[in-house]
C-alpha cells in the first residue's frame, strides 16, 4: 500500500516522529480535488490553517480537569490523566497530582512543562524552607510560593494551579492560582477546561462540613462528569486525601468511572 501523508494513521505507523505535521513538510503527495489555502500546512484537515495540531478555528489545545475540596481535618484533591498534544492524546494515564511535601500536594493544569517546572522550583524552594525553620511548612507558604513565579513570568507561562494540604496551622486549606497569578483560598476550587462543563454540578453537591469520604465522592463524581463531556479530559482518575496523618492516594480505572458518556 502506498504511503499517503495526508492519512493521520500512515504518518502514525509508518512516519510517527513526524506524526503532526502536514504532508506538505513530508514531501508527500498531494490530496486530489483539495488546493491549500493561505497559510495552510498542506492537508491535516481543511479547518488547519497556520498551525500543525488539528485544531477547529477557536478550539483550545490545553484541556484536564483538576479540583480540590477541604473538610474538618483535611483535603481531598483529584486530576483526571489526559495529556494532548493538539488533536493527539500523548499520555493517557499521566500523573497531574505532584507533591511538594509530606501533606503539601497540587494539581496541575495549562502546559505540563512549566507546571512542572514551577513545581520543580517550590519543591526545592520548600525543602530549603523547612530545613530553615525545622518544622513542617505552611501549605499558605508553597501557595504563595508558587503565586509569586506565576505573577511574576506570567507572559512566559501558562500555568493553573490548585494548592492543597494541611498544616497544623489553619488544618485542611486550598489555594487557587489560575493563569495570571492571581491567589484565591476556596473551601473547594475546579480548574482546567473541563471545570467549565460541571459548576452548576459543583455549586448543587458541595455542602458545609462534609466528610472525608463525602469528598472523595463529590472529587470522583465531578471529575468523571467533566472527563465525559470535555474532549481534552479523559483517562482515569487520580485523589489525594491530605490529613494530620499524611497523604492517602487513590486511583479510579477509566472503566470504574462513577459517570461516563451519553
Not at 61 to 81: F, K, R
Not at 150 to 157: D, G, I, P, R, S
Not at 242 to 257: H, M, S
Request: hydrophobic residues 35%; neutral net charge.
Amino acid at each position: 500500500m502506498e504511503f499517503d501523508r495526508s492519512r493521520f494513521v500512515d504518518r502514525e505507523l509508518l512516519d510517527p516522529s513526524n506524526v503532526m505535521q502536514g504532508m506538505s513538510l513530508g514531501g508527500g503527495p498531494a490530496i486530489p480535488g483539495r488546493t491549500a489555502a493561505a497559510g495552510h500546512d498542506g492537508g491535516c484537515g481543511e479547518h488547519n490553517v497556520g498551525n500543525l495540531d488539528f485544531l477547529k478555528k477557536g478550539e483550545v489545545n490545553l484541556g484536564t480537569s483538576i479540583m480540590a475540596v477541604c473538610y474538618d481535618g483535611g483535603v481531598v484533591i483529584g486530576a483526571d490523566s489526559r495529556t494532548s498534544t493538539g488533536a493527539y492524546v500523548s499520555n493517557r494515564v499521566s500523573d497531574k497530582v505532584t507533591r511538594i511535601d509530606e501533606c503539601i500536594y497540587v494539581c496541575r493544569s495549562g502546559s505540563a512543562a512549566d507546571t512542572q517546572a514551577v513545581s520543580d522550583y517550590v519543591t526545592y524552594f520548600m525543602d530549603s524552607h523547612k530545613m530553615e525553620i525545622g518544622k513542617k511548612p505552611k501549605v499558605e507558604v508553597a501557595a504563595n510560593m508558587f503565586r509569586e513565579l506565576c505573577y511574576t513570568n506570567k507572559n512566559a507561562l501558562t500555568a493553573g494551579i490548585l494548592v492543597a494540604g494541611w498544616d497544623p496551622i489553619k488544618g485542611g486549606q486550598c489555594y487557587s492560582i489560575p493563569v495570571g497569578g492571581a491567589i484565591l483560598q476556596r473551601p473547594y476550587s475546579i480548574g482546567g477546561s473541563g471545570s467549565t462543563y460541571i459548576y452548576g454540578f459543583c455549586d448543587s453537591y458541595y455542602r458545609d462540613g462534609m466528610t472525608a469520604e463525602q469528598c472523595e465522592e463529590f472529587v470522583r463524581k465531578a471529575l468523571s462528569h467533566a472527563m465525559a463531556r470535555d474532549g481534552s479530559s479523559g483517562g482515569v482518575i487520580r485523589t489525594v486525601k491530605i490529613d494530620a496523618n499524611g497523604a492517602e492516594r487513590k486511583f479510579v480505572a477509566g472503566d470504574k468511572l462513577p459517570f461516563g458518556p451519553l
